[in-house]
């Protein structure tokens, strides 16, 4: 299986998080999540192209954070690029549409497990 | 409410991350800890500066003052120097945990945190407070502020070193016959008004007392803050206790019970002093053949009917305030040649 067939959710960890904190709890995590992933992701566009590197990796370090707090391994993984190798060479967009579509994945799986 | 009984404590949760903060509140809420949360690190240190938590769970990559610079005020900050601080964070690198720790952090939890390794590292920190909590508070009792604060700022070595020093032995006479002759709880509440008054004499002198069995207590001047005529200050205690003595005497006279009365006795000398114990329970002491001289005087008090009895290092220390009766050389126990001995007592 590739990085790219590999499931948005690692279900095992995402099980793991409801037993330690509760499934009500985790699905209110899960909307807090999707509220504010969207604005780490513009936050992530913005400092790209303006020169702002700290911010840029912070955002980055912050998705990066959340994405493996549910499991959303590859999410995490391509978080966690850009935090340690800041804004790519040429400006990032591909990197960035990447990070988008897998958000994408990671966002509608998590609504099926919360409404699980 | 938290319990300290049940391991429960009031905690701070420092994190800019929504989604992180929310969890670890949560997990420390079913731990059953109480937790409050701040968005970032300026935020952190007005609510511990306003507040009162146990311990802090911090993050380290926050807008406005990031968790390295939160750690560096709380170095520089006497009241929350000793606040543990658990670094809950995602950065990567071994570099960024050494920094932690170095500026002081208690322990470091990679996000995501795993439930069951938070809950043990913060019983362990919450542990290590709470000694940490009870010799201070054991140094408070013993100790004048200035002292404990030295101490605290110079931490706990257990190592001895030499000192100039004058040292007391205090206790209370006929003590025994006393304690059978009333009901416990006089002798309890007697006691305690003796060290009160004892305490005050001795810390008012600049004198720190290090220990107190049953009715006898020692006390040392000179150490482990220096202290200028050390000997002289031991003197002044001494009439100062035995004035204050006088007086509870007085009181205790005219509420139908018998007088007490102590003996002292004072030797000065080079001594070792320093802290024995563990790092978990220490009592500062003084060794040598100064400590053994005071003892030895303290206990011949008895025989000779004299309330305060210097040695002759002691008495070469003491100006004209005093009138000095020297007694010859007595063989103390303990003490292969005889000492010169001096009552002490108030002058003209």
């Known amino acids: 299986m590739t990085m790219a067939d590999a499931p948005p959710i690692d279900n095992a960890m995402f099980i793991e998080l409801q037993e330690s904190a509760g499934a009500d709890f985790v699905a209110e995590l899960v909307d807090t999540f999707l509220e504010e992933a969207p604005r780490m992701l513009a936050e992530l566009r913005a400092t790209a192209t303006t020169g702002r590197p700290d911010a840029f990796r912070r955002a980055a370090h912050s998705l990066k954070s959340n994405a493996n707090t549910f499991g959303a391994t590859k999410l995490g993984t391509l978080a966690r690029d850009l935090e340690l190798n800041g804004v790519p060479v040429g400006g990032g967009d591909a990197e960035l549409d990447a990070l988008a579509r897998e958000y994408e994945r990671v966002r509608a799986r998590l609504q099926e497990l919360r409404r699980a | 409410m938290p319990d300290p009984l049940r391991g429960s ?41 306003q ?84 010799q201070k508070e054991l140094v408070r009792r013993f100790a004048t502020s200035e002292v404990a604060q030295d101490l605290q700022q110079s931490g706990f070595a257990l190592q001895g070193r030499h000192v100039d020093a004058t040292v007391m032995f205090c206790d209370i006479r006929g003590f025994t016959s006393l304690v059978e002759s009333q009901p416990p709880e006089e002798t309890i509440e007697l006691l305690n008004t003796y060290y009160t008054l004892m305490f005050d004499a001795i810390n008012g002198r600049g004198g720190v007392v290090n220990q107190m069995i049953g009715d006898g207590l020692m006390a040392i001047f000179g150490a482990p803050l220096p202290l200028e005529r050390h000997a002289e200050a031991a003197a002044l205690a ?38 024995t114990g563990t790092q978990q329970r220490a009592t500062y002491t003084c060794i040598g053949d100064t400590v053994n001289v005071a003892a030895r005087l303290e206990q011949h008090t008895k025989e000779v009917a004299r ?8 008495r070469a220390e003491l100006g004209g305030a005093f009138a000095i009766e020297p007694l010859g050389a007595v063989e103390l126990r303990g003490k292969s040649a005889a000492v010169e001995v001096f009552a002490l007592d108030r002058g003209g």
């Open chain 2, 238 to 275: 001494a009439l100062d206790m035995i004035e204050m003595i006088e007086l509870l005497a007085v009181e205790r006279k005219s509420a139908g019970r018998a007088p007490i009365r102590i003996g002292i006795g004072i030797g000065t000398g080079n001594l070792v002093a320093g802290y």
């Open chain 2, 51 to 134: 507040g009162s938590y146990d311990l802090m769970l911090l993050d380290m990559e926050m807008p406005e003052m990031d968790g390295f610079q939160v750690l560096e005020q709380l170095t520089n900050d006497k009241a929350l120097r000793d606040l543990p601080v658990i670094v809950t964070s995602s950065l990567e690198g071994i570099a960024h945990v050494v920094r932690c720790i170095e500026l002081g952090a208690e322990d470091y939890l990679t996000k995501p945190v795993n439930a069951v390794l938070l809950k043990a590292r913060i019983g362990a920190s919450l542990e290590k407070k709470r000694l940490r909590d009870q």
């Open chain 2, 9 to 49: 404590a009031r905690l701070l949760v420092a994190d800019d991350n929504k989604v992180n903060r929310l969890l670890l509140q949560r997990s420390l809420e079913l731990q059953g800890h109480a937790v409050e949360c701040a968005a970032n690190g300026r935020v952190a240190l007005e609510m511990l500066r």
């Open chain 2, 307 to 314: 309330a305060i009895l210097v040695d002759a290092a002691t």
